[in-house]
């Protein structure tokens, strides 16, 4: 006997992309913690899986996931599912009828669509698959251009392309509900971007980590290392007078949302103390393209003397280690960001010595994820979220003597060597294996 579920109980399928799949999760978190919702699952959940099924939500709440969300296709209201097609006919029995009926009724159009995962289906095999769901109670009209509703049958091939079964692992079926924003991939790719840095994120990406740090409307972001000031397309040495950040901007009709941006050392104090930032969203330099640089002394005292007049000063340029960079990034957001703010980065990393426990901490920031992104066989970053739960005080200061969690990991600083060892030992790997021309 069919039980009556209302609003409340209703399940959704989300569809998910399967690329940057470590960054999913995290990201869909961070939306619906927006809307101070939970990420309430099934049990049969994996994360791995390019779908979810999430409960305990309204249909609103979906709709403004997908309006952000660049990991997430497309999301359904669930009516069925099951790992056959008789679990999934029992399944779609049991939905309520009421659920069903205002999407059903005879003056309205629908079309079904099929999607499969992993696999790819003849057309004549996706008929069969509709045609088997003449079960359902559809009373409308089908128009496969513009229709009212819109119902999906989704399977689940697994992810080994190498081992198709001939079965599908699940099948879905549900109600669409709204699409992903996959689109602004596309739109907002690099390729057509008017100024480029020769580090500038890709979009994609970039979409990401402002949706890790839960960004919202009137919030104030800061980029400590926001991009190179030289030119970086083939053949071009200097920025032309319209190639920069505001430009950008203005390409993509947000110039209204610039701020704007100085040229300053990340390590010297500058900020006010009462400067605060709802998140810090940034790529620090790994010191791959040139070693990191930071102005200093090699003196022990630097303070001028007071009769310093300035004018003969010229600043001296010093390496500025990795370990010291990310110890003051984290400082900077425990003094700097509003409590319950984010500070997302990127972090390197050279893999066959990675652990846990290399990510930097702070007793102010609490770390809420931590996802990679291989670059090489031997080199990775790891896109780092971390949000401020506490205002810093004066014991904070000597923590990372007290506490190893908060002693910097100084094994980031030899990163830029191991890079380049691993690029040498690869590359002569490839001149071994490939055999010369006989004179």
Known sequence: MAVYCGRACRKYLLHLA????????????A??????????TSETFSEKSPFWQL????????????????????????WGHGTTTDELRTSLLEYPAENMAPYLQQNSTYKINVYTFNKTLVFKDRIKKIDALDFLPFKGTVNLKDPEHIFCLLEDYGSDPNDIPEEPFHIFFGRWIADGQRELIRSYS?????????TSMDAGLSFIMANHAKVKADDLVYDPFVGTGKASRKNQ??????????????QYGTESLYVDVMVSDASKPLWRKTAQFDAIVTDPPYGIRESTRRTGSHKDIIKPPEDFSGESHVPVSMAYHLSDIFADLLNFAAHHLVLGGRLVYWLPIYRPEYCEEMVPLHPCLTLISNCEQTLSSHTSRRLITMEKTKEPEDS?????????????????????????????????KDAKATPKNKE
Request: a positive charge; glycine letters at 6%; charged letters at 35%.
């Open 18 to 29: 399967h690329d940057n799949v470590d960054f999913r999760l995290p990201e869909i978190k």
């Open 31 to 40: 939306l619906l913690s927006l809307r101070n919702r939970p990420f309430d």
């Open 55 to 78: 409960k305990g939500l309204s249909e609103d709440d979906i709709r403004s996931v997908m309006s952000r969300t660049v990991c997430g296709k497309s999301s359904f209201e669930l």
């Open 190 to 198: 690099v390729k057509k971007r008017h100024f480029i840095g020769n």
């Open 237 to 250: 040495k200097w920025r032309g007078p319209d190639e920069n950040i505001r430009a950008n901007l203005r």
């Open 396 to 428: 904070d200061r000597l923590s990372h003597l007290a506490d190893p969690r908060f002693t910097p990991y100084q094994g980031h600083n030899s990163f830029r060597e191991k890079y380049f060892s691993g690029l040498t030992k690869k590359n002569g």
